[in-house]
């Protein structure tokens, strides 16, 4: 494979201090986090794909009573990415609920913490197929796209191979066997043209990389940045199937 | 031998077992007598003393004496079976006596596989007697109208009572059976049992509380005659195999008619009949039972074996109940049998005419399986069992059954409470707990009351009818229900499908069998494996389907880990302790074994049968300890687990740890010469260590993940979809570690610890033996690896490393590749 010169990372000592993957798509410099984010330094945005906040009373309406802590717990992940990193713009790349009826059951509590956020800088909600009806009463812009040190972030990533485009919608996550059994985790994959964010909410599910939902979109095949006590950089060929 | 007269049967019955010339057997008599008292009553008797009969005879007497008339039937008699089959197979034998004496009785089995137009049937117009399954009593329970339907119902009849109670399926039943004694309070219990330990306990756990069943035991058959084989071949170090010794094995098929075969597991199965057909050049039809295999092919190899065309089976515990086929002349117990219960049930096996002897042979696996056979031998002479501690019932149980009762009729509180203390396993359940149990089956039982709109059951206001009174939200929150009862959590199988092209697409063709899902996923691409008595090339997995090519002569793959699944029983293991300790009982041994205990007694020494041998050495650059419980693989793994913690807080880096049956082995970085045995086997690691430890572990996720299936809380099935094993095992897991930051006293966090702590953990087993071996460690430092070590260093690295760093330590591996891939 010619991953060497297709896909540039910048290798660093894996007891690097965030345990962050910095690398280049289509020649913007970014910064994939281990809780799922991606850090555009330069321009100050965070971004965050597939929150699918209140999923779990989405459940529970249709009877199945799930632990009502998902929204919390996620925007307890989400409050930790910008405490840490100060962002100018939260972008949050849509599906940021589960259904329609979602922000009518989002407790006052985890309403005012979406408040906070949006105090003191920008929040962009991108439109997603889960979410067309918007984030209600609750602050930030809406788009369909925003563009940022020539990348596009959008919820739908297009079906054929792009270059500059930053999507979520897929839910990618990586299976990788090894001695003694496989692990199965939330990842990043890019070809270095383009990027797939993995879903960051709490009970949000994933998507094997294999899966022919993934095939056509990369010019070559993609590297997967899989999430754990950091983000470890797999090639294709250590990926399997579910 | 049956002293009791032979008027104590009606003549009709008395002329029938005349004409088969027979005559009933004493505790038949005092089955007939018990229910004529109204007493609710357990049978113990071996195999093949007419044990079914005897259970179903005072039904067949009361319904042959009930007066003729009109009136609308209902059911009389109730049976349930652990095992469909085992339901069908009596359905057929029940048949003989109604047909032959020519009584106005109906019969019909319902299980899973009944249509839906038989089903529908037995509603409207039920039989006499009914024989079903633990599931369809659940079922029952949860319909509309079941008090009424069961309200002239006079008999239960539970089978194989003693491989059901100490599980979560027991649970049910027993909840279950609290219910139809609701229905009908006259009700009587009858218990179907092989011998146990302890048949106190079994006598409660029938009963409602707080009667106890009466016991009546048929009597012994001829003791089993149990010998131990001392291959010829040296005895092997180590391994699960038994590959030494399969030619002898081979030859003992040959000087027998029918030969079964027990294994373990389902690998050694798959591993024992390749290699006897390696070797089987007169191709004697050895055939392969286990429960992964399509069942298709299951029921061909039974059939044969019911003709008696088989010289061998090689099985699993599948064949460890059920059907009996009579002709077996010899029961082989490959590698040691951990417990010496199984092995008589697996003994009970051959020979079913209860005046012979039965005949068993044991070949043991490695030195020191060659100890414990030996153990097993002496104890199933002394007819000394392993004892299993009552169970406390478990709550995501009662809460199905909690829901189920509901989806069936409105309940108040106070009487359901009422009722399920007379189940003996929710005997101890405290009202608080029952209340929280009802709360989480309405709303969840969150902390955060936000659910209040969703409710699953609830409670009428005071101005509406039933005021007061529990029921279900609604039809289709019932309908839900019905569909997801039962306390079987299948473990998550895909399907093994021969690969055929499509243009130029894999698709799957016939379907072989199903295996675990977790195994299947070690594999990769073009690796061999056995599986049905084959070899296979593994191609990949699409969907629910594992896709395979023939591949005879490849080099198969075997399992990292393939031993037992069955640990050490306690029992068992103070045998062997004694045994090691006791060198007059050396002599008994083939002679390399005994030279193997004079060696570890000159270079390391012999602890005698209260102490633990501690063994400290240096090899290379690590250092090693090497512990000897005795005390069964589970709670040795627990140990490890906890004593690696330890040791790391101690600065000692460890690199790594082994356990097996006997012993357990520790190697770091940091000397080990210095340590303070008695502090490090405290018993307070079993406090805060084991909580923080247990919270990361993969067993935990796998405990709530059934716990939240069995509670209701995710469903299996739901209308109109069939959720796969698979997406359940992933969403479980999110909701473990949102719920466990959150609620970490959830009512089913606490089922999860629970259950984590007495299966995969054996948490009270290992309490005992901390406590067993307080102040009676022997240390020993030694120059080189002692005779007792080398079995356990010998499983080193073939074993996978469990713990909390090993699915990093996957990850890191393969970034590691890529980098050289990067380089390159």
């Not at chain 1, 990586?174 to 001695?179: F, M, T, Y």
């Not at chain 2, 051959?350 to 399986?369: G, I, K, M, Q, T």
Request: aromatic share 6%; with cysteine.
């Amino acid at each position: 494979m010619s991953g060497a010169q297709a896909i540039r990372l910048r290798l660093q000592a894996p007891e690097s201090l965030c345990g962050s993957l910095w690398m280049e798509v289509a020649d913007a410099e970014v910064c994939l986090r281990k809780s799922g984010a991606l850090w555009l330094e330069a321009d100050g945005v965070l971004a965050a794909g597939d929150l699918h906040l209140e999923k779990g009373s989405s459940y529970a309406s249709r009877g199945q009573l799930l632990p009502p802590y998902d929204t919390a717990a996620t925007l307890d992940r989400l409050e930790a990415e910008v405490a840490a990193l100060n962002p100018r713009v939260v972008a949050l790349l849509g599906d940021s609920f589960h259904d329609g009826r979602a922000t009518a059951r989002l407790a006052a509590r985890d309403a005012a913490r979406i408040v906070a956020l949006a105090r003191s800088r920008t929040l962009v909600w991108i439109v997603g197929n889960h979410d067309r009806e918007g984030p209600g009463a609750l602050p930030g812009d809406r788009a369909d796209e925003i563009t940022v040190a020539g990348l596009t972030l959008r919820h739908e990533p297009a079906l054929v191979p792009v270059r500059g485009e930053v999507a979520g919608h897929l839910h990618p996550c990586a299976r990788v066997a090894g001695h003694g059994g496989s692990v199965r985790r939330r990842c990043f994959l890019t070809d270095g043209q383009r990027l797939i964010l993995p879903a960051f909410g709490s009970y949000a599910g994933g998507l094997n990389a294999r899966d022919q939902a993934f095939a056509g979109l990369f010019a070559r095949s993609p590297i997967a940045g899989v999430l754990g006590r950091r983000v470890h950089a797999i090639g294709w060929g250590s990926l399997t199937g579910d | 031998m049956d002293g009791a007269a032979p008027h104590a049967l009606p003549q009709q019955f008395q002329a029938w077992f005349d004409s088969r010339g027979w005559s009933p057997r004493g505790h038949q008599l005092e089955m007939v007598e018990a229910a004529r008292a109204g007493r609710h009553t357990l049978l113990i008797a071996p195999t093949g003393g007419g044990k079914t009969l005897a259970g179903f005879l005072p039904s067949l007497i009361e319904l042959s004496e009930r007066p003729k008339g009109n009136r609308p039937r209902s059911i009389h008699t109730l049976y349930i079976s652990p095992l469909k089959a085992l339901a069908v197979d009596v359905h057929r034998n029940l048949e003989i006596p109604v047909s032959e004496m020519r009584l106005p009785i109906t019969v019909e089995s319902r299980t899973g596989d009944t249509g839906v137009a038989k089903r529908q049937r037995q509603r409207l117009h039920p039989p006499d007697i009914l024989l079903t399954t633990p599931e369809q009593l659940a079922l029952f329970c949860a319909w509309e109208g079941s008090r009424e339907y069961f309200a002239d119902l006079r008999t239960v009849i539970i089978d194989e009572i003693h491989a059901i109670h100490g599980s979560k399926r027991g649970d049910l039943l027993n909840l279950g059976l609290a219910r139809l004694q609701s229905f009908a309070p006259a009700l009587r219990r009858v218990g179907l049992s092989a011998t146990v330990q302890d048949p106190d306990m079994l006598r409660r756990w029938l009963a409602p509380r707080p009667e106890t069943a009466h016991l009546v035991r048929g009597a012994p058959g001829a003791p089993p005659q149990v010998e131990v084989l001392f291959s010829k071949g040296d005895v092997p170090w180590s391994g699960w195999t038994a590959q030494h010794a399969m030619a002898e094995v081979l030859d003992v098929i040959r000087a027998n008619r029918t030969t079964l075969i027990f294994v373990n597991t389902r690998f050694q199965a798959e591993l024992a009949f390749q290699k006897l057909w390696e070797i089987n050049d007169e191709s004697l039809p050895i055939a392969l039972h286990h429960g992964s295999l399509a069942a298709e092919q299951r029921r061909k190899v039974e059939a044969a074996m019911a003709r008696g065309e088989l010289r061998a089976v090689v099985c699993t515990s599948t064949l460890d109940l059920g059907i009996d086929w009579g002709a077996v002349d010899l029961v082989i117990q490959l590698a040691a049998p951990k417990g010496s219960s199984r092995l008589i049930q697996r003994i009970g096996r051959a020979n079913h005419r209860l005046d012979e002897p039965s005949r068993a042979l044991l070949v043991p696996a490695h030195r020191f399986e060659v100890l414990e056979c030996e153990a097993a031998r002496e104890a199933v002479a002394e007819n000394d069992l392993d004892g299993e501690p009552a169970r406390l019932g478990a709550h995501d149980i009662l809460a199905q059954h909690v829901m189920g009762v509901a989806c069936g009729e409105p309940f108040a509180e106070d009487d359901l409470y009422a009722e399920v203390l007379t189940s003996e396993p929710y005997s101890d359940v405290t009202r608080e707990e029952f209340d929280r149990v009802v709360d989480f089956v309405s709303t969840g039982g969150y902390a955060l009351k936000t659910y209040d709109r969703f409710r699953r059951i609830v409670k009428a206001p005071k101005s509406e009818k039933g005021a007061g009174l529990w029921r279900v939200r609604d039809r289709e929150t019932a309908a839900r229900h019905r569909m997801n009862v039962g306390a079987i959590v299948e473990i998550p199988m895909l399907n093994v499908r021969i690969a055929s092209s499509r243009s130029g697409k894999k698709i799957g063709g016939r379907k072989v069998g199903e295996m675990e899902e977790t195994y299947l996923e070690q594999l990769v691409p073009g690796d061999a494996f056995l599986f049905a008595g084959q070899v296979w090339r593994f191609e990949g997995i699409t969907g629910m389907d594992a896709l395979v090519t023939s591949a005879p002569g490849a080099e198969p793959k075997v399992p990292s880990w393939g031993g037992s699944k069955f640990a050490l029983s306690t029992y068992l293991a103070k045998r062997v302790r004694r045994m090691i300790c006791d060198e007059d009982a050396w002599t008994r041994l083939p002679p390399d074994m005994q030279a193997w205990l004079e060696i570890q007694k000159a270079r390391s020494i012999i602890p005698s049968d209260e102490e633990m041998l501690v063994e400290v050495f240096q090899r290379g650059k690590r250092w090693y300890l090497v512990a000897y419980p005795f005390d069964g693989r589970i709670s040795h793994g627990t140990l490890t687990q906890l004593l690696a913690r330890r040791l790391e807080r101690l600065g000692k880096m460890p690199l790594g740890f082994v356990a097996n049956d006997y012993a357990l082995a520790v190697w770091t970085l940091g000397p080990l010469h210095d340590l303070d045995m008695d502090a490090l086997f405290q018993e307070d690691m079993l406090g805060d260590d084991l909580e923080a430890w247990l919270d990361e572990s993969f067993l935990m996720k796998r405990a709530f993940r059934q716990c939240a299936v069995l509670s209701g809380l995710i469903e299996r099935r739901s209308p109109g979809q069939e959720k796969s094993g698979r997406q359940v095992t992933f969403s479980t897991d999110l909701i473990y570690d949102v719920l466990r930051r959150h609620q970490p006293d959830h009512l089913l966090l606490r089922c999860a610890r629970a259950d984590a702590a007495a299966g995969s953990l054996d948490v009270a087993r290992l309490g005992r033996l901390l406590n067993r071996i307080k102040g009676r460690i022997r240390p020993v430092m030694l120059k080189k690896v002692s005779p007792f070590a080398v079995p356990v260093m010998l499983e080193i690295g073939r074993e996978p490393v469990a713990g909390g760093s090993a699915q990093e330590a996957i990850l890191e591996a393969s970034a590691a590749e890529l980098i050289a891939e990067a380089l390159s």
